[in-house]
């Protein structure tokens, strides 16, 4: 969908075209085995959201090129961040689901990026017959695989602390919640429970200018707080 616009615009040829979609290919080609190797020590939740975060970067970046070799590589950008998309979210899916309803989670994953590639021709297709701009639509694009980034990174966040809390028999419930932290916490918490939170990991000097959420919590909140590390 997005080649033959930028042929267009940019008076491209068939060489730089198939340049383009190559240096796209061929990122994912490099990364993903070395994408399987480090989410083994890295973790598969942190080298997703990094992955995902590339790949909006890279589609952002298209809508401010302006010329063949920025395209290049920006889109370079963009195929390395996909890179660790694939495998990650098939080894995280195997992860997560037993026997009988993995084969038919990876059927789905599989399916769901058919249709959604299907999905993106078609709404870009209406998006550029009523006029708005390709720049926007790359734009919006790369806006909406850093809101999935960032989603992904607090469910998965909130899966893993619930694992942890099942295999130690501690009861739980996760509850999302969309404002200021300490208030927040301070306002579920009340004053009958124990806040558990995890230290802050900012430098010390960021700390003294901008402060921690940790210890906004201990200022606010009237029951008992234990931070670690």
Same mark, same amino acid.
């Given at each position: 969908?997005?080649?033959?616009?930028?042929? %267009?615009?940019?008076?491209?040829?068939?060489?730089?075209?198939?340049?383009?979609?190559?240096?796209?290919?061929?990122?994912?080609?490099?990364?993903?085995?070395?994408?399987?190797?480090?989410?083994?020590?890295?973790?598969?939740?942190?080298?997703?959201? !990094?992955?995902?975060?590339?790949?909006?970067? /890279?589609?952002?970046?298209?809508?401010?090129?302006?010329?063949?070799?920025?395209?290049?590589?920006?889109?370079?950008?963009? /195929?390395?961040?996909?890179?660790? %998309?694939?495998?990650?979210?098939?080894?995280?899916?195997?992860?997560?689901?037993?026997?009988?309803?993995?084969?038919?989670?990876?059927?789905?994953?599989?399916?769901?990026?058919?249709?959604?590639?299907?999905?993106?021709? !078609?709404?870009?297709?209406?998006?550029?017959?009523?006029?708005?701009?390709?720049?926007?639509?790359?734009?919006?694009?790369?806006?909406?695989?850093?809101?999935?980034?960032?989603?992904?990174?607090?469910?998965?966040?909130?899966?893993?602390?619930?694992?942890?809390?099942?295999?130690?028999?501690? %009861?739980? %419930?996760?509850?999302?919640?969309?404002?200021?932290?300490?208030?927040?916490?301070?306002?579920?918490?009340?004053?009958?429970?124990?806040?558990?939170?995890?230290?802050?990991?900012?430098?010390?000097?960021?700390?003294?200018?901008?402060?921690?959420?940790?210890?906004?919590?201990?200022?606010?909140?009237?029951?008992?707080?234990?931070?670690?590390?």
């Amino acid at each position: 969908m997005l080649l033959p616009i930028l042929a %267009q615009n940019f008076s491209l040829g068939f060489s730089q075209i198939g340049f383009i979609k190559a240096a796209y290919t061929s990122a994912m080609w490099l990364l993903e085995i070395p994408a399987g190797i480090l989410s083994e020590s890295l973790g598969e939740r942190r080298l997703l959201v !990094l992955g995902i975060m590339g790949s909006g970067i /890279g589609f952002f970046a298209v809508s401010f090129t302006e010329g063949y070799y920025g395209i290049l590589l920006a889109l370079f950008v963009a /195929g390395c961040g996909a890179a660790f %998309q694939h495998s990650l979210c098939s080894s995280l899916i195997s992860k997560s689901f037993g026997e009988p309803e993995r084969r038919i989670a990876l059927g789905s994953y599989n399916a769901s990026g058919d249709i959604g590639k299907l999905a993106f021709t !078609l709404v870009a297709s209406l998006l550029l017959g009523i006029g708005v701009g390709w720049q926007n639509i790359t734009l919006g694009y790369g806006l909406l695989a850093a809101a999935v980034a960032l989603t992904i990174w607090i469910l998965l966040s909130a899966k893993r602390a619930g694992k942890f809390m099942r295999r130690t028999g501690i %009861q739980y %419930q996760n509850i999302y919640r969309v404002g200021d932290p300490s208030e927040i916490i301070k306002n579920e918490a009340g004053d009958n429970h124990i806040v558990i939170m995890g230290a802050s990991s900012k430098n010390p000097l960021m700390k003294f200018f901008k402060g921690s959420k940790p210890l906004k919590v201990m200022e606010v909140c009237p029951c008992p707080i234990l931070i670690v590390k």
